[in-house]
């Protein structure tokens, strides 16, 4: 039996209690893999609902995969392949009228890359054309596909390989987004890490079986340094090693996060994109195929930790990190300069010799400090609350940010166009016979759906006859739990449209006792403002998954124009907010502008103001009123603050406060000069002051 000595198996224990403290323990692990899963849900099924369906979307990486910290702030990684190319190794795979490309993996390509030969669509014969900025004419008359079609994908972004990156703002991640396409085949590269299984050798069998199922990807990357290089696509089997991740035990998991955090801590710092952590990755699979499983047990944390370390020493040295699957692709080619290995190698040495006492010197996450108060038996403060509630404030961003691209297909449709479109949407979700977490992720959009439907049925019985019809209402309550309060005050908004106050009472009454202020947290995606979570939010969420979000969220109410009926008139100027100067200054991410948006919290107030003074209840109106001035000075996640203070200004023009309405609408300006609609009210402000004085 193998024995750890004590003093490794004290600092083993003592790590693997730190690293649970901070989020790495297999309940977070699985929280975090359910929650990036179940976002991945959330985009592809709505693209299909929305007819795209030659997109699909994978989110891989350190985020998914469970493999990260706060501190780390570890980006989020899509991969978008489009499924019109038709990727394949064998001719007997072409198939006729689709875009079919060939990959060719000979000696003249690097391992682990391949090329893309154009076929013709109507034989399968290699295809004829010149070349250009995306296909390039060999001496032979072959055609290939080059991968400057990246730099397309990618406009607006900064490029990092394959990648991408959106840069994130304070407390947002920043978000890499690969373009790849799809190969249902195992690559021919990899054939042989399916062959090569001795008994009780880690991949089993059985998972080896399922990556061979996952086919393989290819992104558009060269290899540095090749001949090829802007021909060349790199082989990707980023499914086959999800499934590699998630077959690791707790200790494998937490040996991987803490070579990351060396990493981030001792070598990023000074030799910036030498050593990746996909190459950290691939070392500690090889380690755990190369060693017995009993040795991958917490309290010895420690030895496997500086085994993966001398592993990666080793691989410095020789200047060759080789692929888990692919071994042929070096990982390390072209990577280490001869300036910076001794120093690199250095830092390495003296950490492995160390004995577990430079962990102590690691800020990231305040592990070294959290490592030292455990050796005095103290407890420092868990995560998980702030994890979880991250977690699932993602969630809710993620949904917002899938149905806005609904909303911008909407936005310019009639009345009559958007019921069609909508129906066929809810139809499809109905009729597709989704599972696990697919059907978690339909049951959250056909909420909204629904909503958004009755609410757009309301707004045209309301211009026709006004009043609204009972199927209308049906579709509006099948998403009342979307979240607390948005969808409630969407049925609010339109029961004070057709004047029946008494029941938009009810229901604001009813949003103001269920909208706990020290728990909900108000959701918008429109822009990225940092927030700052509420501490009862957190707590609550670390004890559920998505099913909390329904009472601890509270989205922004977003109005198309052709719900524009079912808008009181204060608000309706937000879809007129940009003169044709603004436009100019608008991007594609400012598409929302053309609608009605408000975040919940204070629209509840300006409705409560509203239907109060419909009552003739004075002093509950008053008492709104100061809510609203309350929400808006002291509530620090509002995402439309501006929007809130012209609604609050339209109020105090009903009190008849005119220097107040003016100072709303000029703090209004002062957070968003331009597009605003604030212009407009205080134009027409002023006109009627002038005028009423003459």
């Not at 209004?668 to 407009?680: C, D, E, H, Q």
Request: with cysteine; charged share 20%; glycine share 4%.
């Amino acid at each position: 039996m193998y024995q750890v000595p004590n003093y490794t198996q004290t600092v083993s224990m003592r790590l693997s209690e730190v690293l649970a403290d901070i989020g790495v323990d297999e309940r977070m692990i699985l929280k975090r893999r359910r929650t990036w899963l179940l976002r991945e849900s959330l985009i592809n099924i709505n693209d299909q609902l929305l007819d795209k369906n030659s997109i699909l979307t994978h989110i891989f990486g350190s985020q998914s995969e469970g493999t990260t910290t706060i501190g780390m702030q570890s980006d989020l990684d899509q991969l978008i392949y489009n499924k019109t190319f038709n990727v394949i190794q064998d001719w007997s795979d072409w198939i006729p009228g689709v875009g079919n490309l060939l990959m060719i993996q000979d000696n003249s390509v690097s391992p682990g890359y391949c090329l893309l030969q154009c076929l013709r669509v109507d034989v399968p014969l290699s295809a004829n054309g010149d070349s250009d900025q995306y296909f390039f004419k060999d001496r032979t008359g072959k055609l290939f596909f080059t991968n400057s079609i990246v730099n397309i994908c990618n406009r607006d972004r900064e490029i990092h390989g394959p990648a991408g990156i959106l840069k994130g703002q304070s407390g947002y991640n920043d978000l890499d987004k690969v373009f790849a396409l799809h190969c249902t085949t195992w690559p021919q590269q990899a054939r042989q890490w399916l062959d090569q299984q001795d008994e009780d050798q880690w991949p089993s069998a059985e998972m080896k079986q399922y990556c061979s199922r996952t086919g393989c990807f290819v992104v558009g990357v060269g290899c540095r340094g090749s001949k090829h290089e802007q021909l060349e696509w790199r082989i990707s089997t980023s499914l086959a090693e999800r499934c590699l991740m998630f077959n690791l035990n707790i200790t494998q998991i937490r040996c991987y996060v803490l070579m990351k955090v060396i990493l981030k801590a001792y070598i990023t710092p000074f030799f910036q994109d030498v050593i990746s952590s996909y190459m950290c990755k691939t070392v500690v699979f090889h380690c755990i195929a190369n060693t017995h499983s009993n040795i991958w047990r917490k309290n010895n944390l420690l030895s496997c930790l500086t085994q993966c370390l001398y592993l990666l020493y080793t691989n410095i040295i020789n200047e060759n990190c080789p692929h888990f699957i692919i071994p042929g692709n070096n990982l390390m080619r072209g990577k280490i300069s001869p300036a910076v290995k001794p120093y690199i190698l250095e830092i390495l040495n003296n950490i492995i010799n160390s004995e577990g006492v430079a962990l102590l010197g690691i800020k990231c996450d305040a592990l070294g400090s959290r490592l030292h108060l455990k050796f005095y038996n103290l407890c420092p403060f868990k995560e998980s609350d702030i994890i979880s509630g991250t977690l699932l404030f993602n969630l809710a961003l993620g949904k917002s940010h899938t149905l806005t691209e609904t909303c911008n297909l909407l936005k310019d449709s009639s009345p009559n166009e958007a019921v069609e479109k909508l129906k066929k949407y809810i139809l499809k979700a109905f009729y597709c016979q989704y599972e696990g977490l697919a059907k978690t992720a339909s049951l959250l959009l056909l909420r909204w759906y629904c909503t958004t439907l009755g609410s757009v049925l309301a707004s045209r019985n309301i211009c026709l006859y006004n009043t609204v019809s009972a199927d209308a209402l049906k579709l509006i309550s099948l998403g009342l739990t979307t979240d607390v309060a948005s969808s409630k005050l969407k049925l609010a908004s339109i029961l004070y449209c057709v004047q029946e106050i008494q029941k938009a009472d009810l229901v604001i009454s009813e949003i103001e006792r269920s909208y706990d202020l020290q728990i909900v947290e108000s959701v918008c995606c429109c822009y990225q403002f940092e927030k700052i979570f509420k501490q009862g939010f957190a707590q609550l969420c670390d004890n559920y998954n998505e099913e909390v979000l329904q009472y601890t969220t509270a989205s922004c109410v977003r109005f198309l124009p052709c719900e524009i009926h079912c808008v009181p008139t204060e608000l309706r100027y937000e879809m007129f907010r940009s003169t044709q100067e603004d436009r100019m200054f608008r991007t594609e991410d400012d598409e929302w502008m053309d609608c009605a948006v408000v975040d919940s919290l204070p629209y509840l107030y300006f409705l409560q103001y509203k239907v109060y003074n419909h009552l003739g209840r004075h002093d509950q109106k008053q008492a709104a009123l100061l809510k609203l001035i309350s929400t808006i000075k002291e509530e620090p996640n509002l995402g439309h603050r501006e929007t809130a203070l012209n609604i609050l200004g339209k109020c105090m023009e009903q009190e008849g406060r005119a220097g107040d309405a003016l100072q709303c609408y000029s703090m209004s300006l002062n957070i968003r000069r331009r597009n605003n609609a604030a212009k407009f009210h205080m134009s027409i402000l002023l006109s009627v002051l002038i005028n009423t004085r003459t």
